[in-house]
């Protein structure tokens, strides 16, 4: 159910442990462009910096209604290093 992101911790759910290693896997790959982002919640990331993982896991947790797998397929075609 996509309305379920909210009411339960996406991160822990099987769904989002999945997600997040499937993400974890093309940072580890050389094939795709994921440095890190720029963060301006000095608080939270104090080098200002937001890692590829966590900027996407949090996207697809904010946005309850998005295909998490099209996100992901999309995400690769875009990033990936020609």
Same mark, same amino acid.
């Given at each position: 159910?996509? @309305?379920?992101?909210?009411?339960? =911790?996406?991160?822990?759910?099987?769904? @989002?442990?999945?997600?997040? /290693?499937? *993400? !974890? @896997?093309?940072?580890? =790959? /050389?094939?795709?462009?994921?440095?890190?982002?720029?963060?301006?919640?000095?608080? !939270?990331?104090? =080098? =200002?910096?937001?890692?590829?993982? /966590?900027?996407?896991?949090?996207?697809?947790?904010?946005?309850?209604? *998005?295909?998490? !797998?099209?996100? *992901?397929?999309? *995400?690769?075609?875009?990033?990936?290093?020609?």
């Amino acid at each position: 159910m996509a @309305g379920l992101r909210q009411k339960v =911790n996406y991160f822990e759910t099987e769904e @989002g442990i999945d997600i997040e /290693k499937e *993400l !974890q @896997g093309m940072v580890d =790959n /050389k094939l795709y462009n994921t440095v890190a982002s720029y963060s301006t919640n000095i608080s !939270q990331y104090p =080098n =200002n910096e937001i890692s590829f993982v /966590k900027k996407h896991m949090h996207y697809l947790n904010i946005h309850p209604k *998005l295909d998490a !797998q099209t996100y *992901l397929a999309n *995400l690769r075609l875009m990033t990936r290093i020609r």
